[in-house]
């Protein structure tokens, strides 16, 4: 009887395995077209009404949020049981869809409110849109904020002025993306890459500050195959590529083409001791890439160093997690 049982069982684990296997995404539609209704859970007039009312994903499947070209005046936020989401433009560009708020360190009452999009669930994937955080020079105001894991913005703009990205917690991937902004506009401890993407700033100030705390961290930002660019810089001010926010702030450019007009010194401690701060740089060209004027505590990395640095390296973590295959298969 025990054999027989246990001979059941397997063939009742192997006929459903195929639909395990067999896990279907959801793909539903998000226009200002369609009106919100009880009966349809597929098509949606705002981004938030598809996050909310969607259908559920079972495990291993993933939810696409495809979005009509438009304005989007709305704030977004991809709460922790929305894992495996997807939100794609489906214009022609990036700047087809744009998703827009103004909200501030003032308006919201904390930095950390002010985002026009937050992610809290992990697999997120943006592809082929705008964030914009449109509030302008009125202090800290994010764009997009992200504490999840295995987060990947690929084709997109990121348009602020201070604080843009708050890349705090979780790996995150950003590929052939623009990110704009002024003061400290890469900010917070994220083990983060920035990959084929330009990073412009649009007045003087820091590129980046990087928020480690101590040296065991696995944290840092890394701008890889990128371009940094900026508008022009007025007299007697500067523009860095970064400055320390914490005390072991890590941030590596390599591989990347740095524009004319930066400060030669680079890099700024914001007070903090510079025997722990970790900022390096490999192999950049453009007239930005001189080190012959950097601080002296800035490093240039060995070619066995800069491997730790690439996104596949950097971001593997324990379940070997490649970005830049995932995001090659991105719609």
């Known amino acids: 009887m025990r054999s027989y049982l246990l001979a059941s069982f397997a063939m009742l684990c192997f006929s459903l395995a195929p639909f395990a296997a067999l896990a279907q995404d959801i793909h539903v539609q998000v226009s200002k077209q369609y009106k919100l209704s009880p009966d349809d859970a597929y098509h949606f007039p ?95 105001a994010l764009a997009v904020s992200v504490t999840a894991d295995r987060t990947i913005f690929k084709r997109c703009r990121l348009l602020g002025y201070q604080d843009t990205v708050f890349a705090q917690y979780g790996r995150q ?38 928020g480690r705390t101590n040296a065991t961290q696995p944290t840092g930002y890394v701008i890889v195959n990128s371009k940094l660019t900026h508008d022009a810089i007025p007299e007697g ?30 890099w700024n401690n914001w007070g903090k001791d510079t025997k722990n701060i970790d900022y390096a740089e490999y192999e950049n060209t453009g007239p930005g890439a001189d080190t012959t004027g950097r601080v002296s505590w800035m490093h240039k990395l060995t070619a066995a160093e800069a491997q730790a640095y690439e996104p596949k390296n950097f971001l593997a973590g324990d379940d070997h997690w490649n970005p830049e295959a995932v995001a090659a298969k991105m719609p």
């Open 46 to 140: 705002t981004i938030m009404n598809a996050l909310d009312h969607a259908p559920d994903v079972p495990p291993g499947a993933r939810l696409y949020i495809e979005i009509a070209p438009g304005t989007y005046a709305e704030r977004i936020y991809v709460s922790h049981d929305r894992p495996r989401t997807t939100l794609v433009g489906i214009g022609k560009d990036p700047s087809d869809v744009v998703i827009t708020a103004a909200q501030n360190v003032k308006t919201a009452q904390s930095t950390f409110f002010s985002e026009t999009m937050e992610i809290l669930a992990d697999d997120f994937q943006a592809d082929n849109l705008t964030v914009e955080n449109a509030a302008g020079a009125t202090g800290q």
């Open 173 to 210: 991937y950003y590929t052939d993306t623009y990110i704009s902004g002024a003061v400290d506009f890469l900010f917070g401890n994220a083990p983060a890459v920035f990959d084929h993407s330009e990073i412009h700033a649009t007045a003087p100030g820091y590129l980046t500050a990087q």
């Open 237 to 266: 001010r500067s523009l860095l590529l970064g400055r320390a926010w914490r005390s072991y702030a890590r941030v590596v450019i390599m591989h990347s083409e740095i524009a004319a007009g930066f400060d030669p010194r680079g």
